[in-house]
């Protein structure tokens, strides 16, 4: 019967510090805050981005209602939903988005506010859970071994690397750079026959300054996800206009 069909579902890997804050909001405008994960109901509750068994919840709960699915949840999350979904994320330059990450935690409310980046980097529970090739994490946990959603602790190494290219080439229906975030939102309203607006700013932090060794030290701790980003660029670069 004709009821009985599915809905057009959509799975936003939102990796952290790649203005997916600004995309949650273009998408709670396109199709309305109750049909958008984290909405609403989930006001005020910082674990709705985070917490895997939190969303199956509300997904169980509310699945004829929402079309959209948004936080920091990998990509195995899916496998966990008894719906299809297309699939979307936005990736960034790693240095850079680990910066903004400090900075966001020197900026925020906590035991880190004021510090310099240098020390919240070396904090042992962000430099692991929330920080280390944080990309190639999302991209390349399996339902299986995740733990902690994005705070799981994996072991990096080569086939992880290729098992997160794999899945962006396979299991991500459309991927862009936060550097060109506006020509992404675009490419969502063509893939998907979406009109998502003109994108706004959210959710930034100022550059600071900080020693070309920092840098350094920050690409070579993520190298993993400096490869990933790398292959991403050039395979954009080959795909068809």
């Known amino acids: ?9 959509y799975f936003f890997v939102h990796l952290q510090k790649t203005a997916g804050t600004a995309l949650w909001g273009l998408l709670r405008r396109q199709f309305g805050p109750d049909a958008v994960y984290p909405g609403p109901v989930d006001e005020g509750n910082r674990n ?3 917490d895997v068994e939190h969303l199956l919840r509300r997904f169980a709960a509310d699945r004829d209602q929402l079309r959209v699915l948004t936080g920091h949840f990998p990509l195995c999350t899916c496998d966990l939903l008894d719906a299809p979904f297309s699939t979307f994320t936005v990736l960034r330059e790693p240095v850079e988005r680990t ?4 900075r966001q935690q020197q900026e925020a409310p906590g035991p880190f506010h004021g510090r310099p980046l240098e020390e919240i980097y070396a904090d042992p529970l962000r430099l692991l859970s929330l920080i280390h090739n944080h990309m190639v994490k999302m991209l390349s946990l399996t339902a299986d071994e995740m733990d902690a959603g994005a705070m799981t602790l994996v072991e990096f190494d080569d086939a992880r690397l290729e098992t997160a290219k794999r899945n962006l080439a396979e299991r991500i229906d459309l991927y862009g750079f936060q550097e060109e975030f506006d020509r992404f939102c675009g490419r969502l309203d063509d893939r998907f026959g979406w009109d998502l607006g003109q ?8 550059p600071v300054e900080v020693s070309d060794e920092f840098r350094a030290r920050v690409a070579h701790d993520n190298h993993l996800d400096v490869e990933l980003y790398r292959w991403a ?4 670069e080959l795909a068809p206009s």
């Open 1 to 9: 019967m004709e009821d009985d069909v599915e809905p057009s579902r």
């Open 48 to 50: 709705a981005v985070v």
């Open 233 to 236: 660029r050039a395979q954009a």
């Open 99 to 102: 910066l903004s990450f400090l």
């Open 199 to 206: 994108p706004w700013v959210t959710n930034t932090t100022a």
